[in-house]
Every structure is written in structure tokens, then in C-alpha cells.
């Protein structure tokens, strides 16, 4: 078969199209909610603050009063000592659209440690019957520059002045 410059022209245009298409789909926001979650996620299970830190946006706040760096400080003195855990949702929902959006899903927490820390980790997180709440926005004209905003849970509590765990 012969090729000219016709068919390297379509070829040429066939792949800039599905090229097109997929980064459309990529950079939809609820694609980029769904990922900057699983993201955020697997950063507290891995312990990487820097990566975690970079999710959060300068102006979080959340239901319990919480900003960025007492977020970032509780989170380091918390999963600092939790080994092999598993932040786990099921049916999740997402809803986006413009410079927002919003992940719903009840989370729970699994892994193998059975240290007291764990186990009251677990049973407090797991026996909440309302979804957790993530609200994410995007903070500039790129289409991947997405940061959390806020967090919310309608049934768990978090007494003010929370800072020592046990």
C-alpha cells in the first residue's frame, strides 16, 4: 500500500482527535475530583506529607473549625502512628460542574494493625452512617489545578481543642 500524503494527513488527524478526546475526558471535573480524592487518599496512607499538604488549599476550613495547618498537624500526629492501614469508600458519588465540586461516599478504615489507636480509629470512622463530604475547587485556569476546600461529616464530632490523641 502506498502511502500519501492523504492518508498520513487522516492518520495525523484520527490520532490528534482521540488525543482530544481523551484529555477532554481526563480533565472533566469530575474526573479530576475522582482523582484528586483517590490522590489525596493514598497520600494519608502513605505518610507523604508533602503530597498531602499540596491537595489542601490555603483557605481550608472545615466543619470543626479546623484550617489547613492544624489539618496538616493532626494528620501527621494521627497517621504517624498508624501502620497498614486502608482508607476504603464505597459508591461514591460526585458532583462537579465549573469551578467546584463534590465527593460523597461513607469511608471506613481497614488494615491489620490492633493497636488501641487503630482500634478506636476504626470504630469511630466506621459507625458513622453519614457520608463524608469533600469540596474541592479549582483555583485557576488550568484544568488539573483542583484543591480541598472543605470536609464534612454530619454525625461525627470533633471537641474543639482536639489537639493530643491518645
Known amino acids: 500500500m ?4 492523504r492518508s498520513g494527513f487522516y492518520i ?14 481526563l480533565w472533566s471535573a469530575e474526573r479530576q475530583v475522582q482523582l484528586h ?13 508533602t503530597k498531602f ?6 483557605s481550608y476550613r472545615d466543619q470543626w473549625g479546623q484550617d489547613r495547618s492544624l489539618v496538616l498537624q493532626r494528620s501527621r500526629a ?3 502512628y498508624l501502620r497498614g492501614i486502608r482508607i476504603v469508600s464505597a459508591n461514591a458519588t460526585i458532583q462537579a460542574g465549573g469551578r467546584a465540586g463534590f465527593w460523597r461516599s461513607r469511608i471506613e478504615i481497614e488494615g491489620a494493625e490492633n493497636s ?12 458513622l452512617t453519614s457520608p463524608f463530604t469533600l469540596e474541592w475547587r479549582q483555583i485557576s485556569a488550568k484544568p488539573w489545578d483542583w484543591k480541598l476546600a472543605r470536609v464534612s ?14
Do not use: C, M
Open 2 to 5: 502506498q502511502r500519501t500524503f
Open 12 to 25: 495525523g488527524l484520527a490520532l490528534a482527535i482521540a488525543v482530544g478526546l481523551y484529555l477532554v475526558r
Open 37 to 49: 480524592t483517590q490522590h489525596l487518599v493514598q497520600s494519608l496512607e502513605e505518610r507523604d506529607w
Open 53 to 58: 499538604s499540596s491537595f489542601l488549599a490555603d
Open 78 to 80: 494521627l497517621f504517624g
Open 116 to 127: 488501641e489507636l487503630a482500634s478506636l480509629l476504626k470504630e469511630r470512622v466506621n459507625r
Open 153 to 166: 461529616n454530619d454525625t461525627l464530632e470533633i471537641p474543639q481543642g482536639y489537639d493530643q490523641f491518645p
